[in-house]
């Protein structure tokens, strides 16, 4: 069952007469090593100047003057404190508990730092929500250590004191305050109780004051939505942990909807235990993180989307809507309400359109099923952005009756669709105050920037839900002269204290309830249930009354819809300046360095559109003109399988322009087109000249016709038939007879004995894996891995220690094709097979997806320790194949014996080289790099270590306090990383910890297990719930 | 030289002599106290916060009780009473022990309630010692015309035998000229020697012995770039001068002081740690001037100019006691390097395995100046490795695997090498 299956990576591998394909399944690197450029042509080497003689002399003396300079060793110098502060010891890391809330993510997190400095964020262990940081979050303690961070205030492009920008902007406040000009506070979503506390106190002081929120990828509908039902405004929270049937019609909530986070509760269910698994139906248009990961995946338009939300809420609510669906659909609509109407109270419905009458349609479905996932009591309250007032600030700006504008967190000039007019109103205001960490597009255009410090430098406190508070704390004394914007609020409203002694204030007062602050401050969170002050927001759109009715009359559509998403790497672009998150490959598309408009095979193929795949295997796309009324942008296309027929999809957080070095100045800049802060909008589309190289990882090492190296079967198969029959374990023959490749007879070499001591495996869960990426930021964070860049990326040369693989299969079996066929009467007409036949569905068309994320298997018979010339790869007792940078001379033949192509080669010196100016060639980037871990140099192969700086830290430790080490205690940056439990890392020989367990668990196998590997690395067997009803 | 060592005695009798005579006129004063007593009870319970001649965190105490009586007209019931319960003299309201109080930051003095008044009279005969100088210049000008002599008689006896041997040759010479000379006049015929290949020729004539030669050339050569290769970057002896002459020879082996006192963080981390300032002021607060053994190379005033450096670094206004806030971090030349791609951690080492710092650091406590002992090669690690047994004693982290390899092994005791410590992954991540 789990073998016949044709899995492929990219849309190439199913055209039979590809020979890109057959080139690829043939080399290991790609890129020949072009010794025919300058030996091919015989014109030029003769009439060079430089001898065969000559060039050995240069050769020689270049050696004798390298190894001369080799001699003289450098004076290092040793610098010791003066006063050295007594939680700091050279050499061990420090934690602390803190929190994110850059407006679109908000996460506890601990951040290891080292000798001060912030080095690592990881997952919070002892917070109740929002505990598990995601790629971006990850990837943010990069942020700290930008180059290009505003280093003090700056008044019209010069440096300032904040002394001068004290006195100037109290002065003009207090001017305006005396006039009653109206003064405009735009911030990004706080959450934050202290926040609003002082903002209070600044609008008492100032009178004509205004606070806006404004989320550049606004849940407006949501919040409204659920304001006009429940009073206050917030989001209705969801935990997926007590969910059984999910439907979502275009919610990605394993991406970013609604703020994200939902992925461990989700995870929670996917494996299936007691025979049991949740089931997830997804109706999308993109192809989305949750889209791939859904039992039952439903390609629709965002149109039919909203008539599909429509019907499915008269199939349980009750009631009649109008509008029609094809066929398909409309069975799969029924048979999900079905589903739902079983599952009761462990059904849930979630929804991703904005529009407020699909979003309080799913409000009353799910009351109706009185779901328990359904939370409306904890409201999340991450989200607090209003479009209505965001487009109303605008109109008042241009029409010059806003006086001053202060600005925290927020870059509308970047993610304002009608950012011009946001600009003209700008240059009216009499003060304009930026609260940045950049020089981005809106902050260089105000009169003051007010030097920001990144999260990980200041105070504050969030209230992700309510009742759940967490606080945000220094981990590092400021790098430059910056100020928070809270400081500031203290400063303009003459309050003296810090904004530290504030916050306490605020939280003794209010808050703890006469629990420790010092307490809350360690575990980064504190629950409490709080008396719930109502917040609302005048501008709210209000549902109409029968909101199912009037969601689908509204569902019309002419022509191609384009729905923006937000990328599980980019997010909303704050972070674009982020070298890793830039590298980060989209967990769909597997593109990295780009954002492109996704479009379906065959939308592309009626509008001219093509992929091509040059002979290196890199993706080429075609341009297209995208206009949405009167703007048009100029994008490249990706073909992606499975978007549905008559949508496109973009994503946000591309196209900057300002605050960010040139190499990330990547993609194209979809909020232009993001009108009305509708996230659906027409567009048409046609054929632009000119070919678009992407940087895209899917085609590089592909199956190589190994297809078992995924094995994934159906809940029914699972529960009723005995493994061999979905996970066997492949034979050979042994005296003519089937022997199991696990057997020692078979094998080609004596087994090591590896039953004393540690003996490390890692368990990979597909049912769990979301295919999230947070591990991917983790692994790069905790083993310097370099960021190479798009040309190189192109090139197959990424560096990625650990790459999630996202594999393609046609959809489910092909019995429904099957009784199509039967079904044909004729050659012309509705069941006519001239037009069935078409019809029959291209497998792109709407592909099973399944990630894979893929590391050194750490084999315990390692084909690539046989055919190291010189040792510098070995095995350790603990199951762990070591790599030796230093005695590795680069002969690749070790990439070369891999069967699964997870070793990475340093083509070049990446750490301290202009030509990779990411981070790594700066004084500041390198702060972030771990002193635990070697940073390679050129001509060295790396790999995976199993994290064995990690599981060497926890032995020494466990050695040092002379105690036994535990099960959990033995982690890897990837393991510590996974928040839906996917990844399970411990010792082996400690029969009862869990991955010993999951070993012998009958889901469990082994990549390529006829190779004969024996790998420390297994994957359980990826079950999918389709089961209907 | 017998001369100056006879100065130097009559110099000390002298000293003795005086201090004897100082000692019976304070005596009569003190009533009857013992100065040696007084001394070691002085060094034993005053000597954290008082010296004899100079303020520190307490006064200087130097013929304190004359000069309590003679400026303050303070008997010496005050002093018993401020040395049991200063805190209860200040309390009543003494005017001079509030001053006293004031003056000293409001730290009172720790009470000794367990100082009889004996003791006390034994403490106060000390102060009232008149102050000594130090005879330590003249000897360390005899040490050094010690060493010089005999150095300088060996030259002399190579110069000597270098001469003769040149007036023998000369002689020879000589001696053979002339011969020839009367062989020439008496017409003697010298019987020419026979012309013969010379040696060199005949030794590029054979073949055999010119492969020899060769054999042996290259293999010596190679011997010898193999040695020069291999030392590339092995920095064995490394003696840099560093920017305070810091002796580990008086702090750890003069005065005993233990390795992790200063470099503390070797117990715990990977990194043994260089010492940050304040930790040389827990001392150097009260240890101002240097009062061991000298050489001309290192005088008193030269280790005294180093203890100043300390000062200016931590910032440490000794004449007034009190930090001034400007500190200046110290510079030290880093001595022992490992590459970047090889991890060592010091924790493991020193308390885990409990290996003695000299081990791998050498006779620190006989450096005057610091040098790398050892190689720091990975052949030196794995060769240690591969003797030394791991201390698995009251190690509960070792009980299971010990027990189980060491039966695998056969051995009574498994060394780092068995238990898994040559691996390459080991120490290269």
């Known amino acids: 069952m789990s073998s016949n299956k044709k899995y492929w990576k990219s849309v190439e591998e199913l055209n039979e007469n590809s020979s890109i394909v057959e080139t690829l399944k043939q080399n290991e690197f790609v890129a020949e090593i072009p010794t025919d450029e300058f030996l091919g042509d015989k014109d030029t080497l003769e009439s060079t100047s430089t001898s065969r003689r000559d060039f050995l002399k240069y050769v020689g003396f270049s050696t004798a003057a390298a190894s001369l300079a080799a001699c003289e060793g450098p004076v290092k110098k040793s610098i010791p404190y003066v006063v050295q502060p007594q939680e700091i010891i050279p050499g061990v890391a420090n934690y602390y508990a803190t929190t994110i809330a850059d407006g679109f993510d908000f996460a506890s997190v601990l951040v290891k730092t080292r000798e001060g400095r912030p080095i690592k964020i990881e997952n919070n262990g002892l917070a109740a929500t929002n505990g598990s940081a995601n790629a971006r979050v990850n990837a943010s303690v990069l942020g700290l250590y930008d180059s290009l961070r505003v280093q003090g205030p700056k008044k019209g492009g010069e440096s300032i004191s904040w002394n001068t920008f004290d006195a100037e902007t109290t002065q003009k406040l207090n001017e305006l305050k005396g006039a009653n000009k109206r003064i405009v506070l735009l911030t990004q979503t706080f959450a934050s109780p202290s926040t609003s506390k002082l903002i209070a106190q600044f609008t008492e002081k100032y009178g004509n004051v205004q606070h806006v929120a404004y989320d550049a990828v606004s849940e407006s509908a949501a919040l409204d939505a659920f304001q006009a ?282 808050i703890l309830n006469g629990g420790s602050f010092n307490q809350a401050l360690h575990d980064g969170q504190f629950v409490t249930n709080v008396a719930e002050e109502e917040t609302a927001s005048e501008g709210a759109e209000t549902p109409a009354s029968n909101a199912a009715a009037s969601l689908a009359a509204s569902a019309k559509s002419n022509g191609l819809e384009l729905a923006f998403y937000t990328k599980t790497g980019m997010g909303d672009g704050q972070q674009a300046n982020n070298p890793w998150l830039q590298e980060f490959p989209d967990p769909i598309s597997r593109a990295s360095w780009d954002n492109y408009l996704t479009v379906s095979k065959a939308d592309a193929d009626a509008l001219g559109l093509a992929n091509t795949h040059v002979a290196t295997g890199a993706l080429n796309g075609s341009y297209a003109k995208v206009t949405v009324g009167s703007t048009t942008l100029t994008v490249p296309v990706l073909i992606q399988p499975g978007q549905a027929k008559g949508s496109v999809g973009l994503s946000f957080g591309y196209g900057r322009t300002r605050g960010l070095k040139e190499e990330m100045q990547t993609g194209v800049n979809a909020y232009a087109l993001y009108q009305g802060f509708n996230n659906v909008q027409t567009v048409t589309v046609e054929a632009a000249a000119g070919e678009h190289e992407f940087a895209c990882v899917q085609l590089h090492n592909t199956l190589m016709g190994r297809g078992d190296i995924l094995k994934e079967t159906t809940l029914e198969i699972f529960n009723t038939k005995d493994k061999k029959h979905w996970n066997a374990v492949p034979v050979v023959s042994l005296n003519h007879e089937e022997t199991p490749v696990t057997s020692p007879d078979v094998d080609l070499w004596d087994e090591f004995d590896r039953s004393i001591g540690h003996h490390f495996n890692l368990s990979i869960d597909l049912n769990a894996c979301t295919g999230c990426g947070a591990c991917v930021i983790a692994c790069h964070a905790e083993n310097n891995v370099p960021v190479v860049g798009k040309t190189e990326v192109r090139r197959s040369r990424d560096m990625h220690w650990l790459r999630i693989d996202r594999y393609y299969s046609s959809d489910e079996t092909f019995e429904g094709d099957d009784a199509k066929k039967e079904g044909f009467s004729g050659l012309f007409g509705d069941n006519g097979s001239l037009g069935g036949f078409g019809e029959m569905e291209h497998p792109s068309d709407n592909p099973q997806v399944a990630f894979q994320p893929v590391m050194c298997q750490h084999c315990n018979h390692a084909p690539c320790e046989t055919v190291c010339p010189v040792a510098a790869t070995s095995h350790g007792r603990q199951g762990q194949n070591h790599m030796a940078y230093n005695r590795c001379v680069g002969t690749r033949y070790c990439a070369n014996n891999c069967p699964y192509k997870v070793r990475r080669f340093n083509w070049f010196l990446y750490n301290g080289n202009d030509e990779f100016d990411y981070h790594m060639n700066d004084d500041l980037g390198r702060m972030v790099l771990n002193p635990d871990v070697v940073v390679r140099s050129r001509g060295v192969m790396e790999k995976c270590s199993m994290c064995i700086q990690m599981t060497q830290k926890t032995i020494l430790d466990a050695k040092r306090d002379g105690r036994v080490i535990k099960d959990g205690e033995f982690q890897t940056a990837c393991s510590a990383a996974c928040s839906s439990g996917a990844m399970v890392f411990g010792d082996i020989n400690d029969k009862e910890s869990k991955v010993a367990k999951l070993k012998e668990d009958n889901r469990m196998y082994h990549l390529l297990e006829h190779v004969g590997t024996k790998p420390n690395v297994q994957y359980q067997t990826k079950v999918r719930n389709t089961t209907e009803a | 030289m017998r001369k100056v060592t006879h100065r130097t005695l009559s110099k000390n009798v002298l000293g003795l002599s005086l201090s004897i005579l100082l000692l019976f006129t304070a005596s009569l004063s003190a009533q009857g106290g013992d100065p040696a007593k007084g001394k070691s009870l002085f060094n034993a319970n005053c000597a954290a916060c008082h010296q004899l001649d100079k303020k520190m965190t307490g006064p200087a105490l130097r013929n304190v009780e004359q000069r309590l009586a003679d400026d303050e007209g303070l008997d010496k019931q005050w002093l018993y009473d401020w040395i049991h319960n200063s805190a209860g003299v200040i309390k009543s309201g003494d005017a001079y022990a509030n001053k006293v109080y004031n003056e000293y930051g409001g730290a009172a003095m720790t009470a000794f309630p367990q100082l009889s008044e004996e003791d006390i009279d034994n403490i106060l005969a000390y102060t009232a010692e008149e102050k000594k100088e130090a005879p330590a210049a003249a000897t360390a000008v005899a040490t050094q015309s010690t060493s010089d002599s005999s150095g300088i008689s060996n030259e002399l006896i190579l110069g000597a035998l270098a001469i003769l041997f040149l007036l023998l040759a000369l002689g020879l010479y000589l001696v053979n000229k002339t011969l020839r000379r009367f062989a020439e006049a008496q017409n003697i015929e010298l019987a020419e020697a026979t012309k013969r290949t010379p040696l060199w020729k005949a030794f590029i004539q054979n073949q055999f012995l010119m492969l020899v030669m060769a054999i042996f050339l290259l293999l010596s050569s190679a011997y010898f770039v193999y040695g020069y290769l291999m030392q590339v970057g092995v920095d064995q002896g490394y003696q840099p001068v560093q920017p305070i002459h810091f002796s580990h020879k008086i702090h750890a082996g003069d005065n005993g002081i233990d390795c992790k006192y200063c470099h503390s963080s070797a117990r715990v981390s990977k990194t043994s740690g260089i010492p940050s300032v304040n930790v040389c002021m827990n001392c150097h607060k009260s240890i101002y001037e240097y009062n061991g053994e000298t050489s001309a190379e290192y005088s008193k005033e030269f280790y005294d100019g180093e203890i100043k450096k300390v000062y200016k670094a931590a910032g440490w206004d000794d004449a007034e006691q009190k930090y001034t806030g400007e500190t200046q971090p110290i510079k030290w030349v880093r001595i022992h390097n490992l590459p970047d791609f090889v991890y060592f951690n010091h924790s493991q080492h020193v308390s885990v395995a409990g290996v003695e710092c000299q081990t791998c650091h050498g006779p620190v406590e006989e450096m005057e100046v610091l040098y790398q002992h050892a190689p720091l090669t990975m052949g030196w690690c794995i060769d240690c490795h591969r003797t030394t047994n791991v201390k698995v004693e009251d190690n509960a982290y070792y009980e299971k695997i010990h027990e189980e390899l060491s039966k695998k092994y056969g051995v009574e005791k498994l060394t780092a090498a068995q238990m898994g410590g040559l691996e390459c992954g080991k120490c290269h991540y």
């Not at chain 1, 809507?321 to 849930?348: D, I, M, R, T």
């Not at chain 1, 870059?411 to 304002?416: D, F, I, S, V, W």
């Not at chain 1, 508070?469 to 810090?498: C, H, M, V, Y």
């Open chain 1, 229 to 510: 039902k429940y009073g206050t405004r917030g989001l209705a929270n969801y935990d997926f942990s007590k969910a059984m049937t999910i439907v979502s019609v275009g919610a990605d909530f394993l991406g970013d909807w609604q703020g994200g986070g939902f992925d461990a509760g989700y995870s929670k269910n996917r494996i299936p235990q007691h025979g049991k698994m949740s089931r997830h139906i997804q109706f999308e248009s993109n192809m989305s993180l949750s889209g791939a990961n859904a039992d039952k995946r439903v390609p629709l338009t965002p149109t039919q989307q909203k008539i599909a939300l429509a019907k499915l809420h008269s199939h349980i609510v009750g009631g009649t809507v109008s509008g029609n669906l094809p066929e398909h659909v409309e069975k799969a609509v029924q048979s999900a309400a079905a589903q739902l109407k079983n599952a009761g109270s462990a059904g849930v419905v979630i929804t991703g359109i904005q529009d407020v009458n699909a979003q309080t349609v799913v409000l009353e479905i799910n009351e109706r099923l009185a779901s328990e996932a359904f939370d409306t009591k904890n409201v999340i309250k991450t989200r607090q952005g209003s479009d209505k007032e965001v487009s109303q600030l605008v109109a008042d700006l241009k029409a010059g009756q806003v006086a001053a504008v202060i600005m925290a967190g927020v870059n509308p000039l970047y993610t304002l669709p009608n950012a011009s007019e946001f600009a003209e109103g700008l240059k009216k205001a009499e003060l304009s105050i930026a609260f940045s960490m950049k020089e981005d597009e809106t902050s260089s255009e105000a009169q003051y920037i007010a030097a920001a410090p990144h999260y990980l430098e200041s105070w504050g406190d969030v209230e992700f839900k309510s009742g759940h508070f967490a606080l945000t704390q220094p981990t590092i004394r400021p790098l430059f002269d910056t100020r928070q914007f809270q400081e500031a609020l203290l400063k303009w409203t003459g309050n003296d204290i810090s904004y530290n002694d504030y916050i306490k204030q605020v939280w003794n007062a209010s």
